[in-house]
């Protein structure tokens, strides 16, 4: 069974830091993308930053210039810097893969998502 389990979330003052990790476990063939999303309350989940296997990185436009991702292929693990935080950055950040894993059904391609870490930007 595959999991992604998360860390480094909490409470932090406008204009602080947090580094979000992300490490992935189980039977992984092969990761095609890892990445972050975050839910607001009384908002849809949205996309952070991604990392593909081949480097390539896109962000929202709201954390282009604050946020760096990082990935380690070797242990299997995303980091997500976060700098110059604003009390808007207020979320439920989930760490998602997709990529070749094997489960009871056999290897075949899927999306997993970690349970989330809070992050509260607040004076």
């Known amino acids: 069974q595959v999991q992604l389990v998360e860390s480094g979330g909490g409470l932090v003052q406008p204009g602080g830091s947090l580094r979000l990790s992300c490490v992935a476990s189980g039977s992984i063939l092969s990761i095609n993308t890892m990445g972050w999303y975050r839910q607001a309350p009384g908002k849809e989940r949205e996309l952070v930053a991604q990392?593909?296997?081949?480097?390539?990185?896109n962000f929202a436009d709201s954390v282009k210039g604050r946020f760096t991702i990082s990935r380690d292929n070797a242990k299997n693990t995303v980091y997500l810097e976060m700098n110059t935080l604003k009390p808007e950055d207020t979320a439920a950040y989930y760490c998602?893969?997709?990529?070749?894993?094997?489960?009871?059904?056999?290897?075949?391609?899927?999306?997993?998502w970690g349970q989330g870490t809070l992050v509260t930007v607040s004076s």
């Open positions: 998602r893969l997709h990529g070749l894993v094997r489960d009871s059904l056999g290897a075949r391609y899927r999306e997993i």
């Open positions: 990392i593909t296997s081949g480097g390539d990185i």
